[in-house]
């Protein structure tokens, strides 16, 4: 997600000089939909047959709720280790997978589409339901994943959930951007799509701190995993993304109760346009605003307190939804 939010304010220089003919946005394929959705070990497949890469983080002994996890731009399921270890030691198991392009999915690199995104979510939790009868199943998402799921819940196709969490959800829209963001996004998306922008030439042009975990921040770097390049017509995917996600919540008519976590610190989502999601939430959203909070809430150095909340809040939904 750093990677790519960086490349936003970049790739205005990157239209200058461009005298090619226009191209396709390319998305990653998708196959027959006729599938049923499942949990297998360690593979999530998908309603097209695709095998994404599946990690568990389990409670001791049956859990009193489950989270499925989205993760964010560039990043892959391993990003809630820490996190979804805390909630492991409060009765909550954890269930992640590598979204499509990421990781160790097929077609790195490749964006999905929203569309793509919000099915696998969906039969995400309904294979999280059918694995853990009975048992209330949240959903949270991390950034990208965050706009994943705050649009999913503006669907007819609403997953039935416990509840939403959404941590500092990529909402910056092409409506929160100046207008030479957003010509200069489209015009490269379109005339040179396969243009790959790497972390290195990023960083010269503008420098975003995601997070004070710099320890962190360097085993990232080594990640074999985590990308360090983004394709133009995936960064151009990623916006449509948020525009979704910023649109979702004046459209959302029936959602489960919602989590929305935000660090006051966050170089990555404008602060405008976060506080404009949660005025459109209203009453809907519980909203917790961290002062030491950077865009990585849950691997900040503050992160263990950030994490309690979240566990706190889910028990405090699984305790009120339970028969007296």
């Not at 790519?4 to 191209?23: D, E, H, K, P, Y």
């Not at 990653?28 to 959705?37: I, L």
């Not at 392009?101 to 964006?111: D, E, M, Q, V």
């Not at 969490?165 to 957003?182: G, H, K, N, Q, T």
Request: proline letters at 7%; aromatic letters at 6%.
């Amino acid at each position: 997600m750093i990677l790519a939010f960086r490349n936003i304010r970049r790739v205005t220089v990157l239209i200058i000089g461009l005298a090619l003919s226009a191209c396709a946005v390319t998305k990653a394929p998708m196959g027959d939909q006729s599938m049923t959705p499942r949990l297998e070990g360690d593979i999530f497949r998908t309603r097209d047959g695709l095998q994404l890469p599946l990690r568990r983080w389990d409670a001791e002994g049956s859990p009193r709720a489950i989270i499925v996890a989205l993760h964010g731009m560039s990043d892959y399921s391993n990003s809630f280790d820490g996190p979804a270890m805390q909630w492991a030691a409060s009765g909550i198991t954890t269930l992640a997978f590598d979204q499509r392009g990421f990781g160790s999915a097929p077609n790195p690199g490749l964006w999905a589409g929203g569309d793509a995104m919000r099915a696998d979510l969906f039969d995400f939790v309904a294979a999280a339901r059918a694995r853990y009868p009975g048992i209330p199943v949240f959903a949270l998402g991390e950034s990208m994943g965050g706009a994943v799921l705050l649009s999913a819940l503006a669907t007819p196709e609403v997953p039935h959930l416990a509840g939403a969490i959404l941590v500092a959800p990529a909402v910056w829209a092409r409506r929160d951007m100046p207008l030479s963001y957003r010509v200069a996004l489209f015009l490269t998306a379109h005339l040179v799509p396969g243009l790959i922008l790497s972390n290195n030439t990023a960083g010269r042009v503008v420098t975003i701190v995601p997070s004070d975990n710099t320890a962190m921040l360097r085993a990232l770097g080594r990640d074999p995993l985590f990308q360090k390049e983004t394709r133009v017509d995936a960064l151009y995917g990623l916006v449509n993304l948020m525009d979704e996600a910023r649109a979702a919540p004046q459209k959302i008519t029936d959602a489960p109760p919602i989590l929305l976590l935000s660090g006051i610190k966050d170089q990555i989502i404008p602060q405008d346009a976060t506080q404009a999601v949660i005025a459109d939430l209203g009453g809907r959203a519980t909203v917790r605003r961290y002062e030491q909070g950077y865009h990585m809430l849950l691997r900040d150095l503050e992160g263990p307190t950030v994490n309690k909340d979240v566990a706190d809040w889910v028990l405090d939904k699984v305790r009120a939804a339970a028969p007296q």
